[in-house]
């Protein structure tokens, strides 16, 4: 924005939220470029989102790139204040579950997950669960073990997201 100048700044936010759900996952992606590429992008774009602390929490420990995108999109989640914005972005992280390299299925479901972690029952009630408990499903079918196992991982949150509003609601059900 300090190139461009203020005038732009709304303009580049409004792009970097539309492209950050892929931007997250493609850090993972499975050729070293375009990840590496992805994550500097990514830390270039994090001041839009007011989240300076988390320049920090990625790239110095000896933990690999997806334990340390689990770290950094853990965070992500917790810090972002508007439930809205994390329901959008668990809606198009959905689409990237049907894409066709493995690793960004993979991604895809982990991310999924932490989001449903971090939205209380009363947002995620407003989501496509079944949709997205059918996608998860199909997953299972995938010829990627790594996929089968992540999407039984995110499974088991989505069922105990389920599990939580049954005991919470007054008369169990959801």
């Known amino acids: 924005t300090k190139v461009v100048g203020i005038s732009k700044k709304h303009f580049f936010k409004g792009e970097v939220k539309r492209g950050w759900v892929s931007l997250l996952l493609h850090c993972q992606d499975p050729c070293p470029s375009v990840a590496q590429a992805c994550v500097a992008t990514m830390f270039q774009c994090v001041h839009f989102w007011g989240w300076k602390s988390l320049e920090s929490s990625f790239g110095h420990s000896n933990d690999s790139i ?4 689990t ?47 971090q ?3 009363h947002y995620l009630k407003k989501m496509d669960l079944v949709g997205l408990r059918n996608s998860l499903q199909d997953l ?3 010829s990627d073990a790594g996929v089968r196992r992540a999407a039984l991982e995110t ?9 939580h509003w049954l005991l919470a609601s007054p008369r169990g059900l959801p």
Do not use: H, W, Y
């Open 66 to 69: 997806n334990e340390q995108m």
């Open 140 to 142: 299972q079918l995938d």
């Open 71 to 117: 770290v950094f999109q853990t965070n992500m989640c917790s810090a972002q204040k508007k439930p809205a914005v994390l329901c959008g972005f668990l809606l198009e992280t959905t689409v990237f579950m049907k894409n066709n390299l493995s690793r960004i299925r993979i991604a895809a479901c982990n991310l999924a997950g932490i989001i449903m972690k």
């Open 155 to 163: 499974l088991k949150v989505l069922d105990s997201c389920n599990q």
């Open 119 to 121: 939205l209380s029952a």
